[in-house]
């Protein structure tokens, strides 16, 4: 048990909540009472409600409503943040329901999914949150039964006084504890108490989904919506010129035509305000189909753009952005960065003497690895609807960071930011793409050109040629043997377009006397942002590769190899920036290496191992493969996680077997090309994924088990998979393999 304090206040407990990663008004409904009732008594909403604190409210009859703030793309917080009040509160699961809170920034904080760090930064704030009601109810009933708080109990909804024989519900005892002064502190269960958290339990969502309810953003409607469409440019590199919209403003159901010009002069855009194509036309109508026929035979003329450096107010501060202009081709792309890789980069990091090192090695490797440009390709495309009736907006977008759109709303609509509302419904996948959300702030813009509530689709087309794309990489690793085929030091260069992927403070920074690590980057018109896991997607697989060819070049087993050096990282590390833990990251090879049984004779596997951490998590991955017919076939993938305290088993376990078999598909096939500026690709018969019959076979899933406070699960297992690919099939064909994707179009074999 630890005890953690609160605030003074029910305002400035929020406040503080809020900004510690909490902030949300949760909700139960307590099937169990002291009195009998029926299900449909205890499901009435009650004609009274209760503010606990300012994070749940229970009924007079003890139903309460939980609102979960973080916006839901799969990663099934709706279900895991309640959990950890409905602990710390103690009630039963079986008997909570939630809801989907609106965004509002002073009583839900920095609502945010993405990065892997919602249940880490919600987990002292949320537990705070139902210890804190847990013990001004605890109060409330001690006051009323006139004995020592210290003598009253909680279980399952319910308050006891053994001694007197007292009990009653949560809901009796809410009025009396809505009066209850903020406890100034808390105690927080102990991890060896928890009933909640660490059982699976089922998305809360489950039902809904599997009924076809509308929950999505695509599923959004109200009555006397428009449809709007876009037409954006062509190709990276052009903007508008001119519009021809004679022949569709006489089409039928066509309403208007508008061009749009999405940030004012000198507006200075955040982080996340990422847009290809600021300037657009866009047309509106009464029904999808009506608008995407005169989409059809809309003339727009495009024209070059001119290159220009714009400031980026971003999480580091301001940066200047240089853009050029010209039309850019995947095989330019290549050139370039064959080119630059042969220069010497910015030293991001240098430990010791490396050129010594290198000069005296008896051996040295040498490796390059490269990815290409990916698309996100979410199942639900980009969709926001939005209603701008004079200095007011109400919006309805799938979104991850609704924060930090509104301002940018705010400023192009020259209304205050508190006249903004916006409900986030369920995103069918996000990856980061929608942490970009241009398309609610061009939804806002066309509702206040036409005067009326519209709903703006993109078409799979739209979305996949809009940009905002995981960047093309590129990365060489230089390794020095000694005559003992120790390894003695390490280079490594990596750069892409438009950012370098480096990560010189991780593995296996720390674990050698000799490291040298150097990064470049070149600009570009074609607009980049955070897909799944960013960087880190690309340097574990490039890393982990290069760590088994330098095993069997120095003769040694690939996990002993890499547990040698991290045990030199833990027992006598190199420099005071390493941002692992070697002993964790240790533990989860030895964890796969024991549940893959890597040690046994399996002549029939051709098996790879991989190792990263990122989002302050660590994830092993050993893959089994076989080739049929020149085509790999992954048989199994045995994953092992640290990521501390696992608050919904099934859901974490859920989480890994999507991005193992995501991160197979990738290295596999994924791919966007370029030529001329225009995107190659632009729909599924052409971006080729990882399809049913394709994923594993089998996926064995297992969590280190200690009481480290939760962190990353969402993204952490999907960059190690690459690397366990690479390895498995150098095992199984007798080839390295060094660009992705590995097989694609191409034949692995031959």
């Keep these: 048990m630890s005890t953690i304090k609160t605030t003074f206040g029910r305002r400035s407990f929020l406040k503080s909540s809020a900004m510690a990663g909490g902030g949300l008004m949760l909700g139960f409904s307590w099937l169990a009472?002291?009195?009998?009732?029926?299900?449909?008594?205890?499901?009435?909403?009650?004609?009274?409600?209760?503010?606990?604190?300012?994070?749940?409210?229970?009924?007079?009859?003890?139903?309460v409503t939980i609102y979960t703030p973080n916006p839901e793309f799969g990663q099934n917080v709706r279900t895991?943040?309640?959990?950890?009040?409905?602990?710390?509160?103690?009630?039963?699961?079986?008997?909570?329901?939630?809801?989907?809170?609106?965004?509002?920034?002073?009583?839900?904080?920095?609502?945010?999914?993405?990065?892997?760090?919602?249940?880490?930064?919600?987990?002292?704030?949320?537990?705070?949150?139902?210890?804190?009601?847990?013990?001004?109810?605890?109060?409330?009933?001690?006051?009323?039964?006139?004995?020592?708080?210290?003598?009253?109990?909680?279980?399952?909804?319910?308050?006891?006084?053994?001694?007197?024989?007292?009990?009653?519900?949560?809901?009796?005892?809410?009025?009396?504890?809505?009066?209850?002064?903020?406890?100034?502190?808390?105690?927080?269960?102990?991890?060896?108490?928890?009933?909640?958290?660490?059982?699976?339990q089922k998305n809360v969502d489950g039902k809904s989904m599997i009924m076809g309810e509308p929950m999505f953003g695509m599923d959004?409607?109200?009555e006397g919506m428009l449809i709007a469409m876009i037409e954006h440019p062509p190709a990276f590199g052009l903007t508008l010129k001119s519009v021809d919209d004679t022949e569709v403003r006489t089409m039928p159901g066509i309403k208007d035509v508008i061009t749009l010009k999405s940030y004012k002069d000198g507006f200075e855009k955040g982080g996340f305000d990422t847009n290809a194509f600021p300037e657009i036309v866009a047309i509106v109508g009464n029904s999808t189909w009506e608008v995407m026929q005169a989409k059809k035979r809309l003339k727009v003329t495009w024209k070059p753009i001119t290159a220009y450096t714009e400031t980026i107010s971003g999480f580091r501060g301001k940066e200047s952005k240089n853009i050029p202009a010209g039309f850019e081709s995947t095989s330019s792309h290549q050139s370039k960065m064959a080119a630059i890789s042969n220069k010497q980069g910015k030293i991001v990091r240098k430990d010791g003497n490396p050129s010594e090192a290198f000069k005296n090695a008896a051996k040295i490797i040498e490796s390059s690895y490269s990815a290409p440009y990916l698309a996100h390709n979410s199942m639900e495309p980009l969709n926001a609807f939005a209603?701008?009736?004079?200095?007011?907006?109400?919006?309805?977008?799938?979104?991850?960071?609704?924060?930090?759109?509104?301002?940018?709303?705010?400023?192009?609509?020259?209304?205050?930011?508190?006249?903004?509302?916006?409900?986030?419904?369920?995103?069918?996948?996000?990856?980061?793409?929608?942490?970009?959300?241009?398309?609610?702030?061009?939804?806002?813009?066309?509702?206040k050109k036409v005067n009326a509530p519209i709903k703006l689709i993109y078409s799979r087309e739209d979305d996949m040629t809009n940009g905002i794309y995981r960047p093309t990489y590129q990365a060489t690793y230089r390794a020095a043997l000694d005559e003992n085929n120790n390894l003695t030091a390490l280079h490594i260069k990596a750069g892409g377009?438009?950012?370098?992927?480096?990560?010189?403070?991780?593995?296996?920074?720390?674990?050698?006397?000799?490291?040298?690590?150097?990064?470049?980057?070149?600009?570009?018109?074609?607009?980049?942002?955070?897909?799944r896991a960013p960087r880190s997607n690309f340097m574990a697989g490039a890393e982990q590769s290069f760590l088994d060819e330098v095993a069997e070049a120095a003769g040694k087993d690939p996990i002993e190899f890499r547990l040698g050096l991290l045990k030199r990282a833990k027992e006598n590390p190199e420099g005071e920036q390493n941002d692992y833990d070697a002993e964790r990251y240790a533990g989860v090879l030895k964890l796969v290496r024991e549940k893959s049984r890597w040690d046994e004779n399996q002549s029939n596997a051709h098996r790879g191992v991989s190792a990263y951490f990122c989002h302050n998590t660590y994830a092993a991955h050993v893959l089994d493969l076989s080739i049929v017919n020149g085509k790999p076939i992954v048989d199994n993938v045995c994953c092992a996680i640290d990521c501390g305290i696992v608050v919904n088993p099934d859901a974490a376990k859920n989480m890994a077997e999507g991005a193992i078999t995501d991160g197979i598909g990738t290295a596999f096939y994924g791919e966007m090309t370029?030529?001329?500026?225009?995107?190659?690709?632009?729909?599924?018969?052409?971006?080729?994924?990882?399809?049913?019959?394709?994923?594993?076979?089998?996926?064995?899933?297992?969590?280190?088990?200690?009481?480290?406070?939760?962190?990353?699960?969402?993204?952490?297992?999907?960059?190690?998979?690459?690397?366990?690919?690479?390895?498995?099939?150098?095992?199984?064909?007798?080839?390295?393999?060094?660009?992705?994707?590995?097989?694609?179009?191409?034949?692995?074999?031959?």
């Excluded at 200095?391 to 903004?420: H, R, Y």
Aim: with cysteine.
């Design 33 to 63: 009472s002291c009195e009998y009732k029926t299900e449909a008594e205890v499901l009435a909403m009650p004609e009274e409600w209760f503010e606990i604190n300012s994070y749940l409210k229970i009924g007079e009859n003890g139903v």
């Design 80 to 200: 895991s943040m309640p959990m950890l009040i409905a602990e710390e509160l103690d009630t039963d699961w079986k008997n909570v329901l939630v809801e989907q809170a609106p965004y509002h920034a002073d009583k839900y904080g920095f609502q945010f999914t993405g990065g892997s760090q919602g249940i880490r930064s919600r987990w002292e704030p949320l537990r705070m949150a139902g210890a804190s009601a847990r013990q001004m109810l605890r109060e409330a009933a001690a006051q009323k039964w006139g004995v020592p708080v210290e003598e009253i109990t909680t279980e399952v909804g319910m308050l006891q006084h053994t001694s007197s024989g007292k009990s009653a519900g949560y809901g009796e005892m809410a009025s009396a504890a809505a009066a209850i002064t903020v406890p100034k502190e808390v105690e927080l269960k102990a991890v060896k108490d928890f009933k909640i958290i660490g059982t699976s």
């Design 220 to 222: 959004y409607h109200k």
């Design 387 to 447: 209603h701008v009736e004079g200095d007011k907006a109400m919006i309805a977008a799938p979104i991850q960071i609704p924060g930090f759109i509104i301002p940018t709303i705010a400023a192009s609509l020259e209304i205050p930011v508190e006249n903004i509302t916006m409900e986030m419904p369920r995103m069918g996948g996000g990856f980061g793409r929608k942490a970009y959300a241009h398309f609610v702030l061009e939804a806002s813009l066309i509702s």
């Design 497 to 531: 377009i438009p950012e370098s992927p480096l990560f010189a403070n991780r593995f296996p920074a720390g674990a050698l006397d000799h490291y040298l690590a150097e990064e470049w980057a070149i600009d570009s018109n074609i607009t980049i942002g955070a897909f």
């Design 674 to 750: 370029f030529k001329d500026g225009i995107p190659e690709k632009n729909n599924f018969n052409q971006y080729r994924m990882i399809r049913m019959s394709e994923a594993p076979k089998a996926v064995d899933i297992h969590f280190v088990k200690n009481e480290v406070n939760p962190t990353g699960m969402g993204e952490p297992p999907y960059p190690p998979i690459f690397g366990a690919v690479a390895n498995a099939l150098f095992k199984a064909t007798g080839q390295r393999h060094y660009d992705q994707p590995f097989f694609g179009d191409k034949k692995v074999l031959g």
